[in-house]
């Protein structure tokens, strides 16, 4: 294994942080795969949370939370939420699902990375 100030290190950390939800150290992983099948959780005590999991593609769903912006005029209203539909951002629209696939995973005009946004009903 190669050594912290080895000058391939930090271009490959980068590399790796943006393609992978774990990257280890001279470690092993612990064995948990992250796929759409990776599912836990139950009644206390297997879980405190029964509204989530923390293993799988699920377990984003614990770090986000609903925002209700109710009445605001468009230009106000978060880029993403405004009625012109963002091709790289999915989103149900009066019950059609809206998406542009090949333009996911871009970046925001707020800096973030668009890529999952539960859908919207009107």
């Not at 001279?26 to 990776?38: M, R």
């Not at 009644?43 to 699920?58: E, F, Q």
């Not at 939370?65 to 880029?79: D, H, K, M, S, V």
Request: hydrophobic share 35%; proline share 9%; charged share 15%.
């Amino acid at each position: 294994m190669g050594e912290p100030a080895d000058s391939v290190v930090p271009p490959l950390l980068s590399v790796l942080s943006r393609k992978a939800g774990r990257v280890l150290w001279n470690q092993w992983p612990t064995g948990v795969s992250v796929s759409y099948a990776q599912q836990h959780g139950g009644p206390y005590p297997a879980t405190t949370s029964v509204g989530s999991t923390s293993v799988g593609t699920a377990a984003i769903a614990r770090f986000m939370r609903p925002i209700a912006y109710q009445g605001f005029p468009a230009q106000l209203l978060p880029e993403e939420l405004r009625d012109e539909v963002q091709p790289a951002i999915p989103q149900r629209i009066n019950g059609s699902f809206k998406a542009d696939l090949g333009r996911m995973n871009q970046k925001s005009s707020a800096g973030n990375i668009v890529g999952y946004q539960a859908g919207r009903n009107r």
